[in-house]
Antibody, heavy 118, light 108 residues
Framework: EVELLESGGGLVQPGGSLRLSCAAS????????MSWVRQAPGKGLEWVSA????????YHADSVEGRFTVSRDNSKNTLFLQMDSLRPGDTAVYYC???????????WGRGTIVTVSP | IVLTQSPGTLSLSPGDRATLSCRAS???????LAWYQQKPGQAPRLLIY???DRATGIPDRFSGSRSGTDFTLTISRLEPEDFAVYYC??????????FGQGTKVEIK
């Protein structure tokens, strides 16, 4: 079955760190660029980070630039998001999403919840 | 590119036609505009890509179109399972990729 499954969310204090994972199955993971998208409680969708299939190029939204780092391990079919210097405004459900062809996000995980609070 | 969706909420009955708007602040490269549906507690689901192409498995009551920088998602006859929040997104060749703020389609 074609699937994305996020993990690693939880409660963390402001200034803390968290590492999210997204396990892919059922498709050729290395072929696809991947992204992280988040959704704050009761709010809309916000693109956060992206990485090319090879992992050679990464991109981050201005709101997380310098604090978040996206990476991937194609040998383990896994996408990561290292989140440092977390702020209460980073509280959200974090989804991983596959950038299909020609570029829309055609496969999404169920999400993992990140809560940043004292 | 800023995407502005309207209306914020659409109150309709099953069987009605729904027309959702997404206005881009500038031209969207190659019509790289998608629509997603999101139900409470669920991840978004891709409905339309390339402004007018239906994703795999999406019923033909969903259609998309463009006029200039205005994009429209039309649901020809609302089914009970169509009541949800809809987002547009531009996904040009390089980030940042932006979403509209969403339109909620609720039961009248």
């Amino acid at each position: 079955e074609v699937e994305l499954l996020e993990s690693g969310g939880g409660l963390v204090q402001p200034g803390g760190s968290l590492r999210l994972s997204c396990a892919a199955s059922g498709f050729s993971f290395r072929t696809y660029a991947m992204s992280w998208v988040r959704q704050a409680p009761g709010k809309g969708l916000e693109w956060v980070s992206a990485i090319t299939g090879s992992g050679g190029n990464t991109y981050h939204a201005d709101s997380v630039e310098g604090r978040f780092t996206v990476s991937r391990d194609n040998s383990k079919n896994t996408l990561f998001l290292q989140m440092d210097s977390l702020r209460p405004g980073d509280t959200a459900v974090y989804y991983c999403a596959r950038r299909g062809i020609p570029g829309a996000f055609d496969l999404w995980g169920r999400g993992t919840i990140v809560t940043v609070s004292p | 590119i800023v995407l502005t969706q309207s209306p914020g909420t659409l109150s309709l009955s099953p069987g009605d036609r729904a027309t959702l708007s997404c206005r881009a602040s500038q031209s969207v490269y190659n019509d790289y505009l998608a629509w997603y549906q999101q139900k409470p507690g669920q991840a978004p689901r891709l409905l339309i890509y390339g402004a007018s192409d239906r994703a795999t498995g999406i019923p033909d009551r969903f259609s998309g179109s463009r006029s200039g920088t205005d994009f429209t998602l039309t649901i020809s006859r609302l089914e009970p399972e169509d009541f949800a929040v809809y987002y547009c997104q531009q996904y040009g060749t390089s980030p940042p990729w932006t979403f509209g703020q969403g339109t909620k389609v609720e039961i009248k």
